[in-house]
């Protein structure tokens, strides 16, 4: 059974700082990967999605990795800003279509 | 493209109500799902459709729960009788399978937030 792991729940960072959310699943059979901004109370917006063949995407100030062999993806956020505070989500679609997701980070850009 | 869009928005019951909440998808989509999201439990399936329908629906709690999709562009989720326990925010999302399907992902909606009392 495909699982989606998150780690750290909760960040804390200073405005400028760049950092790196993490993401693991279990089962490597998966078509895509995607990150989910979601901000408190709204919906969940989608930032990346990076395919199974591909290692990353980028855009703008974000850039994602995905290494499927080891079961982990990485969303690195350069230069951060105080807009950035939200959770963010990763899932995953496996081969059954029943996209999966973490129980996300929640991060907090202190201006 | 307006998106998937989900009404209501907001919806207050009385425990014993029935709740009936809609989502239209992207058009040219041809999967929806249904998820409920929680502080406890985060972001469930509930169930999901392809091409009008449904593929898996082992996620929908109990009996209470009932979906359909009566076309491509509709789609409905509801609850009878409502609990407050059922009280969570319920997101639609649609996307595209087809070939390439990894090139696809999914598009949710702004979410129903409901409140059973």
């Known amino acids: ?111 | 493209d307006a998106g998937v869009i989900q009404s209501p928005r907001h919806e207050v019951t009385e425990m014993g109500q029935e709740v009936t909440l809609r989502c239209k998808p992207i058009s040219g989509h041809d999967y929806l799902f249904w998820y409920r999201q929680t502080m406890m439990r985060g972001l469930e399936l509930l169930i999901y459709f392809n091409n009008n329908v449904p593929i898996d629906d082992s996620g929908m709690p109990e009996d209470r729960f009932s979906a359909k999709m009566p076309n491509a562009s509709f789609s409905t989720l509801k609850i009878q009788p409502s609990e407050p326990r059922d009280s969570a925010v319920y997101f639609c999302a649609s996307g595209s399978g087809g070939w390439l399907v990894s090139n696809y992902g999914y598009t949710f909606g702004s979410g129903t937030r409901l409140t059973v009392v």
């Open chain 1, 1 to 111: 059974k495909q699982e989606v792991t998150q780690i750290p729940a909760a960040l804390s960072v200073p405005e400028g700082e760049n950092l790196v959310l993490n993401c693991s699943f279990t089962d490597s059979a998966i078509y895509n990967l995607q990150w989910f901004r979601q901000d408190h109370g709204k919906g969940l917006t989608s930032l990346l999605l990076i395919q199974s063949s591909q290692r990353e995407q980028t855009s703008g100030r974000l850039n994602a990795s995905l290494d499927k062999s080891s079961g982990r993806s990485t969303l690195y956020i350069a230069a951060s800003q105080p807009g950035d505070s939200a959770t963010y989500l990763c899932a995953v679609r496996p081969r059954d279509d029943k996209i999966i997701f973490g129980k996300g980070t929640r991060l907090h850009i202190l201006p």
